[in-house]
């Protein structure tokens, strides 16, 4: 996975993942890519400058060592741990946190497109994650 830090045409700042640059490329130009806050799709790539790690950040590598974690794992990780998953729900209980019907907290779940574009419209802050979240059973 690469992260990129996109910009749109308006100059609004967001990042998005990518399995490659060739496969943003391809979303961008079908018009799959939008702006984070305004749902442009006029999107290109923003200059930044390259993560690298540190060589004692770096997983010691050998028999017996345990696979680090991925950033993109650690991220997963991070957002199950620390919001609610609301699954389909997502866009009504956004926009009831927004709209101050419902408490505010840190969710994540499930939008189709033309929601979470609306959400966009309406001022609702919401951003892509680069996964798709697991499913929880109830």
Not at 110 to 119: N, S
């Amino acid at each position: 996975m690469i992260r990129y830090d996109l910009s749109c045409k308006d100059g609004h700042r967001f990042d998005g993942w990518f399995a490659s640059s060739a496969a943003f490329e391809t979303q961008r130009d079908q018009g799959q890519v939008n702006c984070a806050i305004c749902g442009s799709a006029e999107v290109d790539r923003a200059l930044m400058s390259p993560g690298v790690a540190a060589k004692s950040n770096r997983a010691a590598s050998g028999p017996g060592t345990a696979r680090s974690k991925t950033p993109l794992e650690q991220l997963r990780d991070h957002v199950e741990a620390n919001s609610d998953y609301v699954g389909l729900r997502f866009a009504d209980e956004a926009r009831a946190m927004h709209d101050g019907r419902s408490d505010k907290r840190a969710i994540h779940g499930e939008a189709k497109p033309e929601e979470a574009r609306k959400l966009i419209e309406e001022g609702v802050p919401i951003a892509p994650l680069p996964f798709i979240p697991k499913r929880k059973a109830n």
